[in-house]
Nanobody, 124 residues
Framework: QVQLVESGGGLVQAGGSLRVSCTASGRAFDTYVMGWFRQAPGKEREFVAGISWSGGRTYYLDSVKGRFTISRDNAKNTVYLQMDSLKPEDTAVYYC?????????????????WGQGTQVTVSS
């Protein structure tokens, strides 16, 4: 069982930066693939970025490549999403999630544990 708590969301102007964090409690954080998803009003939840258990592999949604960076610190049970060059279309609730899948997956149903979400708003 893993409990996930996101933090660091907020309001930022277009072109700005924000870092969201997700801290896990429970056991064996370093055995989970971690992912960040987002959901905008009226839209489906979409995969944004994922990272392997070791941190050695990452994968991104095409529209955030080169702007967002996912990382993890297994000693702190924390995964991060650094978001740069933010655009108004990045506005959404951002969720972190943990998967026991062997590799990074973009499918929400393959993530067993979810945080409560943190709002990120990018103004134009």
């Amino acid at each position: 069982q893993v409990q996930l708590v996101e933090s660091g969301g907020g309001l930022v102007q277009a072109g700005g930066s924000l870092r969201v964090s997700c801290t896990a409690s429970g056991r064996a954080f370093d055995t989970y693939v971690m992912g960040w998803f987002r959901q905008a009003p009226g839209k489906e939840r979409e995969f944004v970025a994922g990272i392997s258990w070791s941190g050695g592999r990452t994968y991104y949604l095409d529209s955030v490549k080169g702007r967002f960076t996912i990382s993890r610190d297994n000693a702190k049970n924390t995964v991060y999403l650094q978001m740069d060059s933010l655009k108004p279309e990045d506005t959404a609730v951002y969720y972190c999630a943990a998967s026991t899948n062997y590799g990074i997956t973009v499918r929400p149903f393959e993530y067993a544990y979810w945080g409560q979400g943190t709002q990120v708003t990018v103004s134009s």
